[in-house]
């Protein structure tokens, strides 16, 4: 069963960068078709695509924050991460780590497997 | 960018009830819109994918519909275990977005 794990400090001071990593295991982040991507969730709000990045290191990102988010990827690891400058106390949120493949059809070209989010907080 | 609109914002209903909850893009998305279950402390779950198709696992009480533009999620009966929030969410263009959510609680 594939599971995906965040990582990270959980308190962030403003104007620095935010660094999580993501873990995956009961698979390869090579295998298939697939884009690993990072979604946030501010307390009490919705949800927010951040990007994706697939295991060729093709990124795609949200123009909202496309300015201050890099998304890379270690095959070697296993592992995928996220950092986000210049942080704001906007930017606090728990951030989740989730999957969904670029080809084909089917459920998995949604966001089929999630890691279980990993809270963030900006201040100083 | 697509945004998509979830209503109502809130749906108060007991146990066994009908939910009908709605999703409206801003323009077309085909059937391309999925929809996510959100309970308190954990990441969302895939209920509906392609507008109609349940994900693995989920039950026949779980429904979807709609095209283009409008979406619906049907709950036909509500068990203790859905009241919860739900978010849409589309694939068809870049960026990926996601409704604002409705939250269905116990009336």
């Known amino acids: 069963q594939l599971q995906l794990q965040e990582s990270g400090p959980g308190l962030v001071k403003p104007s620095e960068t935010l660094s999580l990593t993501c873990t995956v295991s009961?698979?390869?982040?090579?295998?298939?078709?697939?884009?690993w991507g990072w979604i946030r969730q501010p307390p009490g709000k919705g949800l927010e695509w951040i990007g994706s990045i697939s295991y060729g290191g093709s990124t795609y990102y949200n123009p909202s924050l496309k300015s201050r988010v890099t998304i890379s990827v270690d095959t070697s690891k296993n592992q995928f991460y996220l950092e986000l400058s210049s942080v704001t106390a906007a930017d606090t949120a728990v951030y989740y780590c989730?999957?969904?493949?670029?080809?084909?059809?089917?459920?998995?070209?949604?966001?089929?497997?999630w890691g279980q989010g990993t809270l963030v907080t900006v201040s100083s | 960018e697509i945004v998509l609109t979830q209503s109502p914002v809130t749906l108060s209903l007991s146990p066994g009830e009908r939910a009908t909850l709605s999703c409206r893009a801003s323009?077309?998305?085909?059937?391309?819109l999925a929809w996510y279950q959100q309970k308190p402390g954990q990441a969302p779950r895939l209920l509906i994918y392609?507008?109609?198709n349940r994900a693995t696992g989920i039950p026949a009480r779980f429904s979807g519909s709609g095209s283009g533009t409008d979406f619906t999620l049907t709950i036909s009966s509500l068990e203790p275990e859905d009241f919860a929030v739900y978010y849409c969410q589309q694939r068809t263009n870049w960026p990926l977005t996601f409704g604002g959510g409705t939250k269905v609680e116990i009336k």
């Open positions: 392609d507008a109609s």
């Open positions: 323009q077309s998305v085909g059937s391309y």
């Open positions: 009961g698979g390869s982040i090579r295998s298939g078709s697939y884009y």
């Open positions: 989730a999957r969904r493949d670029y080809y084909g059809s089917g459920q998995s070209r949604y966001f089929d497997y």
